[in-house]
């Protein structure tokens, strides 16, 4: 399949401009796609763009990554309600080398290929332009009742929103529509992609080129990626979902793939992963039979979490996946790194306890009973004993005698008390 053939296969096909497919099949073609550096790191809310221009790469086609410096400092009204928060040069600059850093993991900047993506900052060619050069060389090609006829800016005045919107807002679709334009003259870019909700401001720069250089260039939208039950997608109770394994550990981020319902997990293994059609297909069709394995969930999370994080991200995830479940042992637990370790355990029951008591060496009747409470009675904790009811660090306590040391310390700081197969409390020592 070509990569229109594949995109629609995979459900990524929302909307395109007409000879769009007809140019990507005439010659390799320079595509771009922007990114909203208001953080130093994307999230899985951007992951559909990313997999996106990769598709594109390897299809034979040049990449364009455009991080929005300039535009990140004024607002864009896609479908939003409020502006976004303006930022200035410094966080704006971090936050570019975070993205950059993460796009690498997926696009080919530097093999020296035809093909090689190409990172750029609209800043660098926005921070120079005056205000009467704008309206003077991009504004009096746009009319305003083209720019009003758009949905965005339609939802905007309406009489729902409360707001109105600013001319900051609404001389957005120009500047992206410049940027476009930019592209196409600097970089013989002739195709903007994203998410559908920006087919306006993509539309607005074919526009320009078409008004101001007499070019043709092309649009092709993708759908916004939602979850089956009307949720928003790339969220949890947590917030957002992120690629940067501090924001989000590899951990957590595997268990959201992993926790994907059944009609969810269909579509999203052709959206986020590079397996090919018949193996997809093979997939659901075994899951379909099976669904209690929840075999599409556990290959989505695979895929995934290695494509962003690594394949030892991915084991050490479902090392601690089987702790958590009660099928693991001592042996890997230890072997958890911290922040997947307090990942695994986040939520549950915390005490603390002072490094001297721990050090000196302390009875585990008296450490659970009285230094932490875990236990209301060393009555009730004698008898979960005698009934092999409890577990330190994945082990089986029998004596009532043992006494816990520094030898029980995971990562010199933690001790992992089990009531039971799923009552977990976190011993906190310091």
């Given amino acids: 399949m070509n990569f229109v053939e594949d995109l629609q296969w995979r459900g990524m096909l929302h909307d395109m401009m007409p000879g769009t497919d007809e140019q990507l099949k005439k010659e390799m073609t320079a595509a771009y796609i922007g990114f909203d550096p208001t953080a130093d790191s994307l999230h899985v809310g951007s992951f559909a763009q990313i997999m996106l221009l990769k598709r594109f790469q390897l299809a034979g086609h040049k990449p364009v990554a455009l991080v929005g410096g300039a535009t990140g400092m004024i607002g864009d009204p896609s479908g939003k309600s409020q502006e976004r928060n303006l930022l ?78 600013s001319f900051t807002e609404f001389t957005y679709q120009l500047v992206q529509g410049y940027d476009f334009l930019w592209l196409y003259e600097n970089l013989n870019c002739k195709l903007q992609m994203g998410g559908s909700d920006q087919w306006g401001n993509i539309t607005t720069g074919t526009e320009l080129i078409r008004r101001k250089a007499g070019g043709e260039a092309f649009a092709l939208t993708i759908p916004l990626i939602t979850k089956a039950d009307g949720s928003k997608f790339g969220k949890t109770e947590g917030g957002n979902v992120w690629l940067d394994p501090e924001r989000t550990s590899p951990y957590s981020f595997f268990q959201f793939w992993l926790n994907t319902s059944d009609e969810d997990a269909e579509r999203y293994i052709k959206v986020f992963t590079l397996l090919p059609s018949d193996e997809i297909n093979s997939l659901i069709e075994q899951h379909r039979e099976a669904p209690h394995a929840r075999i599409l969930q556990k290959k989505l999370a695979e895929e995934v979490t290695t494509m962003v994080h690594s394949k030892d991200d991915y084991e050490m995830a479902v090392e601690a996946s089987q702790i958590l479940f009660g099928k693991g042992t001592a042996e890997q637990l230890r072997k958890l790194n911290e922040s997947t370790f307090l990942s695994v355990f986040e939520g549950v029951p915390q005490f603390t306890v002072a490094k001297s008591e721990i050090e000196t060496g302390v009875n ?44 029980f310390l995971i990562g010199g700081k933690y001790i992992l008390a089990q009531k039971g197969k799923k009552n977990y409390y976190l011993i906190i020592v310091q």
Avoid at 376 to 398: A, H
């Fill in 88 to 165: 200035n040069e410094e966080i704006l600059n971090k936050n570019l080398e975070g993205i950059k850093k993460q796009l690498s993991k997926f696009l080919d900047f530097d093999s020296g290929a035809e093909n090689e993506a190409v990172m750029v900052n609209n800043y660098d060619w926005m921070k120079t332009f005056s205000f009467l050069e704008f309206i003077r060389d991009v504004g009096k090609h746009i009319t305003v009742n083209y720019m009003m006829a758009k949905d965005s800016v339609k939802k905007r005045l309406s009489a729902e929103s409360k707001t109105g919107m």
């Fill in 364 to 407: 585990v009747i008296d450490l659970l009973a009285d230094k932490t409470e875990i236990f209301p009675s060393k009555g009730e904790l004698r008898r979960t004993i005698k009934g092999n009811g409890l577990s330190v660090n994945k082990e089986k306590v029998s004596d009532p005698d043992l006494t816990v040391n520094k030898d």
